[in-house]
């Protein structure tokens, strides 16, 4: 009955090589670990000289505080978490009363928290194994923001505050400015503590601060913004070891332009060891921002854009350099011994390491700039936010922040290996080695024929399907005879590989021994993984050609690779009749009613293996933003002879079919593939 219809199947012989093209990922240093983070971002970290790095979370169950604790029991806590130096578990976890508004660590490993809660800001010091609270003093009226410690052990706090903070005598700013009359009233503050927590200095500032850092004269640093009439403007405040202002300057924002105001924000500061200070944030148009001939400089920034800026002061407060980094938003910085500034530039886009197809999201460019700014020494992608950023002195980076890239995230062996779907973000942490050359990873594993990482119903989460043809993207791959992938251990019968790219057939087995799959790419003695991916039903994709550039979208930018019910291709000029059959290749059906050996070719004649769960197919015309309407399949088996995993559909186009370019989609179960489209002629 289906002979005309399933003979010709060079086409999609075609489709299945011909589409599966090459990706080209941005280079990076050697990674150490990507993991997920508890909590929906992580906005400070610290790391001390034997990698270990520690970072805060939020949770709202009762937890064990440390011993010595003075405070009884509260609904939120903050932990403080100490992570592997290979990013493979946790040490210990601490808890405290509160959120955290600050952390850092001093030469001899205690651990300094600020957390606020209850109208105060309670800054703790830790035994450096967390087994003991040694001071935990509050300062009243504060909502800390940074903190930071002197060589010395002395801690300085700042943030914002309201009335009653515990100002001190020849404070800078004994009183607080409150403003428009009926507003809320809150300013700045700076607060010193000294090495058993008693106040050595407290002061108001006339602004909020986002960010402090301290030099070798404990003298502070601070940056923030300044809200005016006219949006908003960043500064730069140095006090001295006394808490009396030595230096101010404003700078990137505040300007009418084209009666739109302008915004700058200052976001964060770190000092060198000669205690120049490096200021980052952003401002937009017209926001005035300090820029030096020599520097790197973006041309911008341009109407309603934010540019990423990085400005170095001396110790006197002179401008050193400034280099305008373009669209995005810094928010941490670090600084070598040589005088190299290490960054996060956050911008709106979608990651070069994970694209949006398989889970990515906003992405940041880290970089690394040479001591006068003149020029970038390494650049890298990195699939989050990152809003903290430090070093160790062995060339180690450790970056944290937020990231909504759901799959293809963390490294082999992660703490957390995956995305807390059902949340609305997550906390992430990475470490990157520049003293080490480009390692081979994994960055993506997609359905070969959607080009989509499988998803759950809240998400991409990188899942497989028995019998799916998959692409995997990376780097490193040596390909050749020696090549492998493998699915828990399980061999997959590998289709082409270049460095870049392996297209693959999952086993048909994977998913028997529990919810998720363990998958490697071995060369030789060179292993790739394993990545832990789950494992579901079906993940559904239709082979196809994309219309004009490379674009993968949910709905309409896909040609489907589809045959007409005279066997020829389906086209604009050789559209399908209403009413007629079309045959459509597929893959991710999941499991088969008979058994089919991997790597083998489908049967020539029936009977042909089908899939287990239902097959049933929409269609849609993208410019009717309907849920598609159903159509009749007349058979759904594995295509005669093509590889054991693709699986020919063929389907009736209604009679009512309305011509021009129409939407398909085919179903397995409860799992629908994206829309590629069909050409229908007219009635």
């Known amino acids: ?53 520690y970072f ?35 040490v210990w976890t601490a808890c405290l009363p509160g959120a955290v508004g600050g952390l850092a660590l001093d030469a001899a490993g205690s651990i300094y928290i600020a957390n606020n809660g209850n109208g105060a ?15 935990s003093p509050s300062i009243p009226a504060a909502v800390s923001s940074s903190l930071a410690v002197d060589r010395a052990g002395n801690v300085y706090v700042t943030g914002s505050a309201g009335p009653g903070l515990p100002i001190t005598p020849g404070a800078y700013e004994p009183n607080l400015n409150c403003g428009v009359t009926g507003s809320t009233c809150t300013g700045g503050f700076v607060v010193k503590l000294g090495q058993t927590g008693a106040i050595q200095y407290a002061t108001y500032y006339d602004y909020s601060a986002n960010a402090i850092a301290v030099d070798s004269h404990g003298d502070v640093w601070i940056t923030g913004t300044i809200q005016t009439d006219l949006g908003s403007v960043c500064f730069v405040v140095k006090l001295d070891s006394s808490g009396q202002r030595l230096f101010q300057k404003r700078f990137g924002g505040g300007v009418l332009l084209y009666r739109t105001p302008t915004y700058g924000e200052g976001l964060g500061i770190a000092v060198d060891a000669n205690d120049a200070a490096y200021a980052v944030g952003y401002g937009t148009v017209g926001a005035n921002l300090p820029t030096t001939p020599g520097t790197i400089q973006s041309g911008g920034p341009y109407l309603w854009e934010e540019d990423g800026y990085i400005v170095k002061f001396d110790a006197l407060g002179n401008v050193i350099y400034g280099a305008n980094l373009g669209y995005g938003r810094i928010h941490a910085v670090a600084v070598d011994a040589a005088g190299n500034a290490y960054l996060g530039l956050v911008a709106g886009g979608i990651t070069a390491q994970v694209p949006s197809n398989c889970g990515g999201y906003v992405g940041t460019s880290l970089e690394i700039l040479n001591a006068d700014a ?25 970056v944290s922040g937020s990231t909504g890239t ?210 049933g197919a929409l269609i849609l015309s993208p410019s009717t933003l309907l849920p598609g309407k159903p159509t009749q399949v007349l058979f759904a088996g594995q295509a005669p002879g093509l590889i054991a995993g693709v699986v020919q559909v063929n389907l009736r186009i209604p009679v009512d079919a309305p011509p021009g370019v129409t939407g398909v989609a085919v179903s397995f179960g409860d799992f629908q593939s994206t829309y590629p489209s069909i050409f229908v002629g007219s009635r």
Not at 9 to 32: E, Q, W
Not at 67 to 83: E, F, N, R
Not at 126 to 132: E, G, T, V
Request: with cysteine.
């Open 1 to 53: 009955m289906f002979g005309g219809i399933l003979r010709p199947v060079r086409y999609a012989c075609f489709a299945l090589v011909g589409t599966l093209r090459a990706l080209t990922f941005s280079n990076t240093p050697m990674v150490g670990y990507i993991t997920y983070l508890p909590g929906f971002g992580t906005n400070y970290s610290a790391v001390d000289q034997a990698g270990y790095l």
């Open 56 to 90: 805060p979370g939020v949770t709202g169950s009762s937890c064990n505080l440390p011993a010595s604790s003075p405070h009884t029991a509260d609904s939120v806590y903050g932990s403080i978490t100490k992570l592997q130096p290979r990013g493979d578990g946790a």
């Open 121 to 135: 800001s309670t800054v703790t010091k830790l035994a450096p194994d967390a087994s003991k609270i040694l001071y």
């Open 374 to 398: 003149s020029r970038v020494l390494a650049s890298w992608a990195v699939a989050g936010e990152v809003i903290a950023i430090s070093q160790d002195e062995k060339g180690g980076v450790y």
């Open 406 to 615: 759901t799959a293809f995230l963390a490294t082999p062996g992660a703490y957390l290996k995956q995305y807390p779907f059902g949340a609305e973000g997550s906390g992430f942490a990475a470490k990157f080695d520049t003293s080490q050359p480009v390692g081979p990873s994994l960055n993506c594993l997609v359905n070969a024929a959607s080009w989509w990482a499988g998803r759950d119903k809240f998400g991409f989460d990188g899942s497989v399907a028995p019998g799916e043809l998959v692409t995997l993207f990376g780097r490193g791959f040596q390909h050749g005879s020696d090549l492998s992938v493998t699915f828990d251990g399980e061999p997959a019968p590998v289709l082409y590989a270049d460095p870049v790219q392996i297209n693959a057939v999952v086993p048909f087995k994977t998913g028997q021994s529990g919810p998720f799959t363990l998958v490697s790419v071995s060369s030789g003695s060179q292993v790739i993984g394993p990545y832990q991916l789950p494992v579901t039903a079906a993940v559904p994709g239709i082979f196809g050609t994309v219309i004009g550039t490379f674009k993968v979208a949910m709905t309409g930018v896909e040609q489907a690779a589809a045959l007409n019910e005279d066997g020829s291709i389906n086209s604009s000029s050789n559209p399908a009749s209403p009413g007629s059959v079309v045959s459509l290749f597929t893959t991710g059906a999941g499991v088969y009613s008979q058994q089919i050996g991997d790597g083998a070719l489908g049967p020539m004649q029936p009977p042909f293996p089908a899939p287990v769960l239902g097959v």
